[in-house]
């Protein structure tokens, strides 16, 4: 079983409000990912990290969507200012090493909803 | 275009019965993996850097990296197998980064 643990489960944002979303990865894993699900099921890559250093983002992700991973403390995905178009579910992992063929570790997700 | 296409989008299968799901990339690759996902759950990973034919108890994989194709067969399918069933392909270019392109999976329901 999966031990990412990311928070909250659910989040519920005006347009225009910040959103915050947080994930502990798996002990020992160095690198971790985000990604977006939404409701057609369609992932998008947004960033991934080896311990606090960026590795590879997309280009939505350094305009309205800043993330950290600094050391001792969560990762954290924060959405500047949110748009009914960021309505889905934030999904973290995290694995061995930064590589695709390493397994993923999911966490259940935060559920965003802008309204 | 989509880069990783899944097949059928759906399925309905009755307790008991096989299916095969089907995953074509349309461009190069070094590498996939196959993960279930239960309806607003985490994404498991079921089959990982698979070549040739793996199997894990009911589930088979048969990748063919070069011929950038894989399928997932499911054996005397259970009620507990519902959920949705993603593979996702990863292209690591010098830099490396892990990053993985998904497909929009395939909805599996068993009845009873």
């Known amino acids: 079983n999966s031990k990412v643990i990311q928070t909250p489960r659910y989040l519920v944002k005006g347009q225009g409000q910040k959103a915050k979303m947080r994930c502990i990865p798996e002990k020992g894993h160095p690198v971790v990912f985000w990604y977006q699900q939404n409701k057609n099921n369609e992932f998008k890559f947004l960033i991934n990290f080896q311990n606090q250093e960026v590795l590879q983002q997309i280009d939505m992700t350094e305009k309205r969507f800043s993330a950290e991973c600094p050391s001792n403390s969560p990762c954290s995905l924060e959405i500047q200012s949110s748009e009914a178009g960021d309505s889905a579910l934030y999904l973290c992992?995290?694995?061995?090493?930064?590589?695709?063929?390493?397994?993923?570790?999911f966490g259940h997700g935060t559920k965003l909803s802008v309204l | 275009g989509q880069q990783v296409q899944q097949s059928p989008t759906s399925l309905v299968l009755q307790e008991g019965e096989n299916a095969e799901l089907q995953c074509n990339f349309s461009?190069?690759?070094?590498?996939m993996q196959w993960f279930y996902q239960r309806p607003g759950g985490s994404l498991v990973s079921v089959f990982y850097?698979?070549?040739g034919t793996k199997q894990s108890g009911r589930l088979t994989s048969t990748t063919v990296i070069k011929e950038r194709r894989s399928s997932l067969h499911i054996s005397s399918s259970q009620i507990t197998d519902s959920g949705t069933y993603l593979c996702?392909?990863?292209?690591?270019?010098?830099?490396?980064?892990?990053?993985?392109?998904f497909g929009e999976g395939t909805q599996v329901t068993v009845i009873s």
């Open positions: 992992a995290s694995s061995l090493r930064r590589v695709s063929n390493e397994r993923l570790f």
């Open positions: 996702a392909m990863g292209r690591d270019t010098g830099g490396l980064s892990g990053k993985l392109t």
């Open positions: 850097n698979p070549s």
């Open positions: 461009t190069s690759l070094n590498s």
